[in-house]
């Protein structure tokens, strides 16, 4: 447990509308279902109410974002400092005149593709493959089946640490495989995307074709995180994985799934030190058999227990 901050952060931001919590559960936050908890839970109503936020919160304190929670790893001993969770306020989708879709940071993105499938927007249909929210989506130039973000994206609106509102257009992101150059400390809170014109039928036949095929070779209900690791220039990391005989390796509760080995998979009482174990288990055992280093995918934050 830690310090409760909660009443000396309240009496600091007396407009504050969105909720604080102490100590608050971070397992619900995450697909993983694990991690200790976090200092503070901030769930703001919007981008005014996060910017008021951070504008007077104490610059010491560490702030960590969290969407959809389907690429995160929260360890066992929590986050000390401020959970950020970009909520309802942030699931907004709107279709705007000239193939557009504005989408708030939080909004699944699965509920934008289906936006712009519904408006004739073709070129998001890739977006119902990743499984995540669009704040993560700019955060990581989120991609699948054949499209990235930076194919589609117009421009972003985000907050800084200090409460600061910033705008980028899509080549100020500074986009490449799975990465943007936008400093961490900014919070994105808004995204624009622009596609071409199409038949819905076919768009909506296509993100059903995306869905069988994640269905056929993903374990998509299980508690997983998304891809684990990053695929090597001119390699897949689940053919590394494969071949350096992991799939179906298990740590405790944590297991390599044996559908689609770069995944990792909680049974159901998986610790957070489990799971990351069990990555570095995998990660050594192709730097031995293939000389490769896989880099994480999943995002791994918070203190780890000793």
């Not at 109503?45 to 996060?50: K, N, R, T, W």
């Not at 593709?113 to 119902?128: D, H, Q, V, Y």
């Not at 910033?166 to 495989?177: E, H, R």
Request: net charge negative.
């Amino acid at each position: 447990m830690f310090a409760d901050i909660v009443p000396d952060l309240n009496a600091g931001m007396p407009e504050l509308g969105g909720k604080l919590e102490a100590n608050a559960p971070t397992a619900p936050l995450s697909w993983f279902r694990t991690g200790g908890p976090a200092q503070v839970l901030f769930t703001p109503v919007d981008a005014d109410d996060l910017a008021y936020f951070l504008q007077r919160l104490d610059r010491s304190l560490s702030v960590l974002v969290v969407g959809l929670g389907s690429n995160l790893l929260i360890r066992d001993g929590g986050w000390e400092g401020v959970v950020i969770r970009l909520g309802k306020g942030f699931a907004e989708v709107s279709v705007e005149p000239g193939l557009r879709v504005r989408a708030g940071a939080g909004a699944p993105d699965v509920k934008v593709a289906r936006a712009a499938a519904e408006a004739g927007i073709a070129g998001l249909s890739f977006l119902r493959g990743i499984p995540g929210a669009i704040g993560g989506a700019l955060r990581m130039n989120g991609g699948a089946y054949g499209g990235e973000t930076k194919d589609v994206l117009v421009g972003a609106k985000g907050v800084t640490r200090t409460g600061v509102a910033v705008s980028f257009t899509n080549a100020q992101m500074g986009f490449t495989y799975r990465h943007s150059d936008v400093p961490d400390d900014v919070i994105f809170t808004e995204a624009l995307f622009e596609g071409r014109p199409g038949d819905p039928a076919e768009i909506l036949s296509e993100m059903n074709a995306i869905t069988e095929a994640r269905s056929s070779t993903q374990p998509v209900n299980t508690r997983t995180g998304g891809s684990t690791f990053k695929n090597p220039p001119g390699k897949k990391a689940w053919e590394l994985v494969d071949a350096a005989g992991c799939r179906g390796l298990r740590i405790g509760d944590a297991q390599v799934s044996e559908m689609h080995c770069n995944f990792l998979i909680n049974h159901g009482s998986a610790s957070a030190a489990d799971i990351e174990g069990l990555g570095e288990e995998v990660r050594r055992r192709v730097r031995e058999m293939s000389g490769v280093e896989l880099e994480w995918e999943i995002k791994r934050v918070g203190i780890a227990r000793t």
